[in-house]
């Protein structure tokens, strides 16, 4: 951790992680909650989860228990309790009563308007987009309370950012227009401080468009469901906007805690790539060790209609076909089940080429269920013995272990050929091998 401390001029560094409960977490919201949690661990400080849910209509249990089983997930804990907003009115009622008395706010229409400032400006030194000046006279005098009684954004995030200590707020740059008037709250009811903003770059897909919902794969739970890693999510999203001065990007994340400033987060959009994301989960994978990838690719491998029938022992026994090919967890079961399906199921492209059209195809065949009657049933062995079939043949390995391959797995892709016949067996091997050799017996010349 930062030696930096709690403190800072003897005040408590303490951060806040503030979603409105509309949906599943977005992976934008995601990356707002992790820079926070990064900044506040490397200060020693402290990260408020506080939930925006003024809204009657946008208090879901559901919804809010989303968040809270998302951000444990990704590993990102929080201080306390978490705050809801809709158990704060009386809070931001009093606020709003304090604005009318003194002058700075004014009924309409039902509503309670703050009054903002004719001339002058507002202003602040952003952490990320440097210094930021609204003239007072564009900003227009914004609803607090609504008709029906509700506080509105701007006085609930002000009242509870006072009222919790926020020293730092971290969050979207699409939310810059919201912080001058944020700022002339504050000042109103007497605050004269200002809190640290750092406004984070957009999050932009590929074509370098904001990610949308309507457009993108924009929620957490669609990459967790799909059996991307919370170590691998969050190591992406650390990236996103942020890097590590010695450009080692896959990392524990104790480094990049210790690491992480906020001066170091770049103004310009940053790219989310799901191929790079792929990779570093791939990356993750190859980290686990075998009992604990094979407890992870256990619910995908239930889903299949062989999988029920899979015990744990022979679950694990195949974890090291996996672990080097996997770049998700969903991927898993579809490497490796040919092992567990009674017939392979042939990919048509990988037959037509290895078998049906391959002058070598039978001869190879042959050969092999002849040489592995005999040979020891080793993966080192295997190879060996169907190198020297493929010198006699005056094949490459490659062109001789094809029509085998497809044989006994049904592709011409797959994990190591040798190891997989290693853990099918002589039996059930040279059973494939002799149905294989039947079918093209029976193609028409």
């Known amino acids: 951790m930062s030696s930096a401390g709690r403190n800072l001029d003897g005040v408590t560094i303490r951060l806040r992680f503030a979603p409105a409960p509309t949906g599943y977490l977005h992976l934008g919201s995601a990356r707002t909650a992790l820079f926070n949690w990064l900044y506040a661990r490397h200060m020693g400080g402290?990260?408020?989860?506080?939930?925006?849910?003024?809204?009657?209509?946008?208090?879901?249990?559901?919804?809010?228990?989303?968040?809270?089983?998302?951000?444990?997930?990704?590993?990102?804990?929080?201080?306390?309790?978490?705050?809801?907003?809709?158990?704060?009115?009386?809070?931001?009622?009093?606020?709003?009563?304090?604005?009318?008395?003194?002058?700075?706010?004014?009924?309409?229409?039902?509503?309670?308007?703050?009054?903002?400032?004719?001339?002058?400006?507002?202003?602040?030194?952003?952490?990320?987009?440097?210094?930021?000046t609204f003239e007072n006279e564009h900003v227009e005098d914004f609803v607090i309370r609504r008709s029906d009684g509700s506080a509105t954004f701007f006085i609930a995030n002000a009242v509870d950012d006072l009222d919790l200590g926020i020293t730092h707020v971290v969050r979207g740059e699409d939310l810059v227009n919201v912080t001058p008037k944020v700022i002339l709250l504050r000042h109103a009811l007497g605050e004269a401080t200002t809190q640290t903003f750092a406004h984070l770059p957009l999050i932009v897909n590929e074509q370098r468009k904001k990610l949308s919902k309507r457009r993108d794969d924009v929620a957490l739970e669609d990459y967790r469901a799909r059996g991307y890693l919370p170590a691998a999510m969050r190591n992406y999203l650390a990236l996103l906007g942020w890097g590590p001065p010695d450009d080692i990007e896959v990392r524990p994340i104790d480094e990049i805690v210790d690491m992480f400033e906020l001066s170091d987060i770049n103004k310009a959009a940053a790219a989310f790539d799901v191929k790079k994301l792929t990779a570093v989960n791939a990356e993750y994978i190859r980290m686990l060790d075998h009992a604990d990838l094979a407890a992870k690719i256990r619910p995908y491998v239930d889903t299949k209609s062989w999988g029920a029938s899979v015990s744990d022992e022979q679950l694990l026994a195949v974890v090291p076909l996996v672990r080097e090919r996997a770049k998700i967890l969903e991927e898993a079961p579809d490497i490796v089940d040919f092992l567990f399906l009674h017939e392979p199921e042939f990919d048509e492209a990988s037959f037509e080429k290895a078998l049906a059209t391959n002058e070598a195809a039978c001869p190879m065949i042959d050969a092999a269920v002849e040489a592995y009657g005999v040979v020891e049933w080793t993966a080192d062995a295997l190879h060996a013995r169907t190198l020297e079939l493929a010198q006699a043949n005056n094949l490459k390995l490659g062109k001789a272990q094809a029509p085998i391959r497809v044989a006994v797995t049904g592709r011409t892709v797959g994990p190591p050929l040798f190891e997989s016949l290693e853990l099918l067996g002589r039996a059930e091997t040279l059973r494939r091998l002799g149905a294989a050799r039947a079918m093209l017996a029976d193609l028409p010349s």
């Open 46 to 132: 402290e990260l408020i989860l506080r939930i925006e849910d003024t809204n009657a209509e946008l208090a879901s249990p559901e919804l809010i228990e989303n968040i809270y089983d998302s951000l444990n997930w990704l590993g990102i804990d929080w201080d306390g309790e978490p705050v809801r907003q809709s158990e704060r009115r009386d809070l931001y009622n009093e606020a709003v009563e304090q604005l009318l008395v003194s002058g700075r706010a004014y009924q309409d229409d039902g509503a309670v308007r703050f009054r903002v400032p004719e001339t002058g400006v507002t202003s602040w030194d952003d952490v990320v987009r440097g210094h930021v």
